[in-house]
């Protein structure tokens, strides 16, 4: 879309020219802070991570070269791996979960009754709580001994699990933590649902009594853009995943490594060991991996998401 | 699929009714559902931890114990007036600082057509993408070298500068502005800047608002900057001064709670206040 009008303002006629000269000058003016900011907090730091990344460096005392020996101590060590693990583990499972349960209640959203708005009020609530706070309610909640969750649970006749105080169990109880939050990405679906044109959703009605049918068949293809964003944004957030986990396994990962994350990792070498050189070469290899993720996903998107007007 | 009725008008009218109640009944509890730690939260905070743990659940604090907020705000070790007068001006500050500065770039990335454009707006995308703590590590040790540590400096001023995202959100307003309007002013020889205060900025205003909100919901909500820059517990903002207290005081639930509470209403309250503008905000974010 830049493109596009990028192109009308090469094309305008040159009776503009002399006005455009003026609006040229003020547009660089009024960008001049951004682009300050652009430089000094974000493209010269990330050229200086990659520096730092290269060189033994503890805060205090001179930067000392070591090429390459940060990425081969990143690489042996047993922590990086099973944060690393966890990491991918709690992305690639609460990702598509969380899409999955957020286009279901977007469909379920998509009528009008006397109560939708108030449905949507309610689902859009948790990703309000502050991240530190809803972690603290969750440890509450899900005590295994005494919380309201097991009690429930118990009295119902199942056999409940102990949530955060078991190894197996504690990484998917983040995960069901970070479930809770998904009234953004409903939102997002739901718009892309009502943006279906009328017409279209009552042809589909016409020709096939299954609604299986339409969902398949028309409704998700047209909201693959939507599907898309969610998927970009998620997993980016999620392999940055930092608050949670360190509110309910500390920097230890508690129990027994199982909620360690890979930020929590990082963090703890930069700001406990102050071992610069260290977090920055881990910086580098997230940044990496979430830009490789990114760019396969939109390398895919071309044979499976569906724009408007695309086809026309 | 919004009107039934027209869909499938062979449907008899008691199906409606018993599709109607099942369909309320699934909501009510799936709602149910997301709202329980929100309700946990608001009674435990009115309970002792006895009746916290108390089995079977009960469901309403008996007594209510109000003495709770008095004890959550004189207690020594953790200043929550304080922290939560904290949090405000961290919010606050933010808010009014990707107002201002966010508004200057979008309506140069938006209105404006100048060489280069397409390439910094390029960049602006790129860093809205880039995992942030790949950039963290150099900007920390420069605020630390600057000897700003310890203080808010690091983690309001860059907003004088801008922020990707609310630049980005900005300028899907900006460019609904029609372009006659700053024409027809330009051909009357009004300044750029002029256009800019005085005919742009007044009709994108809503824009602006949906903007500081989401600009104090995120800083309500920030945690590793203040993590990182900040030791003194009087400096805390409340998301960094609820965690300290729970992380060392795991048993007092009560007062935990109390202060999870009263961090999370506000953020509540302003929601449902200007839910219209949120979900507006919201929509424009998506796919342009």
Redesign the interface.
Known sequence: MADAASQIGAASPPRRRRAGRGEARAGMLFALPWMVGLAIFTLIPLVITFYIAQAKFQITGAPKWVGLQNYAAIWADPEVWASARNTLMFATISVPIKLVLALGLALLLNRVTALSGFYRTVFYLPFLMPAVAGSVVFILLLNPGAGPVNIMLQAMGLHPPDWLLDPKAALWTLILLSLWPLGVETLVFLGGLQNIPRDVSEAADLDSPHPWHKLIWITLPLITPMILFNLVIGIIYSFQVFTQALVIGGTTGKPAEATLMYMVVLYRAAFRYFNMGYAAAMATVLFGVVLVLTLLIFRTARSWVYYEGETR | ????A???PRRTAPRKLGS?LI??A??LA??GV?????Y??TI?AFKNNAE??A???TWFPDPIRWDNITALLTRDDFPYLRQFLNSVFYAGSVALAVCF??S??A???GC???????L?????VC?L?????????????GW?KLGLNGTYWPLIA?F???D?FF?FMLRQFFLGVPRELM?AA??DGTS??RI?WQIVLPQVRTALIIVGLFAV?YT??E??GPL?YLQDREKFP???G??TF??ARAKE?ST??M??FF??MP??VL??LT?RL??QG??ST???
């Open positions: 699929m919004s009107d039934p027209l869909i499938q109607m369909y309320h699934l909501m799936i709602a997301f709202l329980l730690p929100f946990w939260m435990s916290i743990f089995n079977p659940v500065s966010c200057l770039a309506y140069s990335f404006l057509r100048w060489r280069g454009r397409n910094v707006f390029g960049l602006t860093a993408l880039l995992p942030g703590i790949v950039t963290f590590l150099p900007v920390y040790l630390t860059p004088f500068c801008g990707a630049i024409d330009r051909l750029e800047f800019w919901v309500w909500n945690f590793f990182i409340l998301s960094l609820l965690f729970q992380a639930w935990t709670m202060g999870a961090m999370a953020m509540v929601f449902l839910q949120f979900r919201l929509a998506g796919l342009k």
